[in-house]
């Protein structure tokens, strides 16, 4: 089996793991990428089997993968509590920090795993990690703030990079742009998720920070939890 086809079938174990939390009658937070749209999937079938659902997205894209297979969206806008989350993750620790937002939908999904009494986040094993910072920190930017943002996170002796989809611009859901920042290894990711947040123009960024209950990690074999 080569590595990308072994990291699917981690992907997939995972996920197929965490539906088994999933109850009747619950409001799900849907996450967004590879790893979650496995959780998707898996959750579409037992919906076809009779299990009761609503869910909310945490993109356009999920939304639409999850009406295709007959999943109810209600709208985030009008939940001030979600049952319990599935998504993925870039980057873990064992004390449950993560990076996310590799796939852009970063504010949808912290809103997600903000509200979640149950935020679980489900992983193949090359995404943990002992000190989160080797992936880059998405941080999604309301576009007139841009150079703002942009040398205030210099500041922060962050080297900082504008998230390009081909040639233009790539551009949120939201109608944002993204920008990825590398502050090395980070000894203490709590205090810059909070000097982050402190940036005028930033909407979100991908560091999550006490928001995770339960993280479900294949290893192709076994299935580990961190809580
Ligand atoms: C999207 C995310 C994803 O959860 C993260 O990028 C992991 O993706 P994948 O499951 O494809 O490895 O945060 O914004």
């Known amino acids: ?47 076809a089997e009779g299990l009761k659902i609503k869910a909310a997205a945490s993109s ?13 969206i209600v709208s985030l806008e009008n939940l001030s509590t979600i049952d319990i989350s599935i998504d993925g993750a870039d980057e873990f620790t064992e004390s449950l920090n993560l990076i996310k937002g590799g796939g852009g939908a970063l504010f949808r999904e912290k809103i997600i795993a903000t ?22 920190i998405p941080i999604e930017v309301i576009p007139l703030a841009f150079q703002y943002v942009f040398d205030q996170i210099l500041k922060l002796s962050g080297k900082a990079t504008k998230r390009k989809k081909g040639n233009k ?5 939201n109608g944002n742009y993204i920008i990825d920042a590398d ?11 909070i000097a982050l947040n402190q940036i005028n123009g930033v909407l979100a960024h991908g560091l999550f920070i006490g928001l995770t209950s339960k993280i479900i990690m294949s290893t192709g074999n076994d299935i580990i939890v961190f809580e």
Do not use: C, H, W
């Not at 356009?60 to 109810?72: D, Q, Y």
């Not at 935020?119 to 880059?136: E, N, P, Y």
């Not at 611009?169 to 859901?173: C, K, L, R």
């Not at 090395?184 to 205090?191: F, V």
């Open 1 to 47: 089996m080569n590595d990308e086809t072994q990291q699917n079938k981690e992907k997939q174990a995972a996920a197929i793991a965490a539906i088994a939390f999933v109850k009747n009658g619950d409001v799900v937070g849907l996450g967004t990428g590879s790893t979650a749209t496995y959780a998707i999937n898996a959750l579409g079938k037992k919906v």
């Open 60 to 72: 356009i894209r999920t939304e639409e993968l999850a009406k295709s297979l007959g999943i109810e």
């Open 115 to 136: 509200l979640s009494k149950n935020s679980i986040i489900v992983v193949d094993r090359s995404k943990k990690v002992k000190k989160l910072g080797a992936f880059t």
């Open 169 to 173: 611009n790539f551009i949120t859901d």
């Open 183 to 193: 502050f090395g290894l980070l000894e203490k990711p709590e205090e810059l998720a």
